[in-house]
């Protein structure tokens, strides 16, 4: 199983761009920069690290000495403008994503978004639209799918070794802080649990069985003005998906996903980051195989991944009509569970 899904991901010694310099903007000091881009970056000698904005510039001088960033924004127009970036990741609240994103690609950058991509499908099919119209790439963080662990899932889906795909069951769960000022707290800017591991969860099950989902029913739990606990069930195409989302200060850490067919199913615990450790259990008709897949960090995997197809002019799968239907998904997910 390890041997089938180191092929579906180049190393990182393989990348084919590897002569040619990436010069990043970061469109925020935000938490998540340091593990999805600083961290990888420093891994290669082919990325540079041109700028950072802040709200608070004090906190992008910090930001920028501790982590080696080469000159401070005085705004975002500032970074997203910057004669020196290539590519702007926009780390900001969702609340900002569209705003920014097209700012930035209407300045003749490419960006690599976080996730969630957008506050609403609305919003997304506006950000895919001026991709197309400026002819530069938009690209959704989600990092899991770049990782071998999910190349092993969708190389066996492919297979046909589970046999007819029939039930898909996602959870994800982590305590998030219950202080007000905590941007998952605060509905404006993006927040509740559908937005921040929903969207993961949905991405799974629309992702292994290539179906939008349909039927859709889901219950949530509120805290505050959000959603801190959230189940749905839906069909995507004939496969009866189950996912389950939870922030609440009792929710455990961790993720798991389980894929069943007529013929087989496996489980993964944590296809979310499995280079913090991970395990599969397969069963099939022909018996039962346990292992874990090794592999570079999700996020150097998703930075390679980007940089090559920047180069190559090649199309990546969290860009396009894929992060225009997440987010549609996720509006229809809020709607069936009186979130609107």
């Not at 004090?58 to 920028?64: G, L, Q, R």
């Not at 496969?239 to 200060?249: E, F, L, S």
């Amino acid at each position: 199983m390890t041997d089938t899904a180191q092929t579906q991901t180049q190393g990182p010694g393989q990348d084919p761009a590897q002569d040619r310099v990436l010069r990043i903007g970061l469109l925020g000091a935000a938490r998540i920069t340091p593990r999805a881009i600083i961290v990888p970056s420093a891994l290669h000698g082919d990325i540079d690290l041109m700028a950072v904005a802040a709200r608070d510039r004090a906190k992008a001088e910090a930001f920028a000495e501790e982590h080696g960033v080469l000159t401070v924004a005085d705004d975002y127009e500032a970074l997203v403008t910057h004669p020196d970036v290539d590519l702007v990741y926009n780390a900001l609240p969702p609340s900002s994503h569209a705003h920014w994103c097209i700012k930035a690609m209407e300045a003749g950058k490419d960006v690599l978004c976080e996730k969630p991509f957008a506050m609403t499908g609305d919003e997304a099919q506006a950000m895919a639209d001026t991709a197309r119209r400026t002819g530069k790439r938009l690209i959704e963080a989600f990092h899991y799918r770049y990782h071998p662990m999910f190349s092993m899932l969708m190389a066996l889906v492919a297979s046909g070794r589970l046999g007819t795909l029939e039930h898909i069951s996602a959870s994800l769960g982590s305590p998030i802080s219950e202080n007000p000022r905590e941007l998952r707290r605060i509905k404006a800017l993006g927040g509740g649990v559908l937005m921040d591991m929903g969207c993961y969860t949905m991405h799974w099950c629309r992702t292994l069985t290539g179906h939008e989902p349909s039927n859709i029913a889901a219950e949530a739990h509120i805290s505050g003005e959000v959603d801190d606990a959230l189940g749905a069930e839906f069909l995507c195409g004939n496969v009866a998906c189950a996912m389950t989302v939870r922030m609440d200060p009792d929710a455990e850490r961790g993720s798991e996903l389980l894929v069943e067919g007529s013929e087989g199913r496996i489980l993964v615990r944590n296809p979310l980051a499995p280079d913090r450790g991970n395990s599969y259990l397969l069963e099939t008709l022909s018996g039962s195989e346990e292992g874990e897949i090794n592999g570079p960090t999700t996020m150097e995997c998703q930075l390679m991944a980007v940089k090559r197809a920047l180069y190559e002019g090649t199309p990546l799968p969290t860009e396009g009509a894929d992060s225009i239907n997440n987010m549609r998904a996720l509006d229809q997910v809020r709607a069936a569970a009186n979130l609107c």
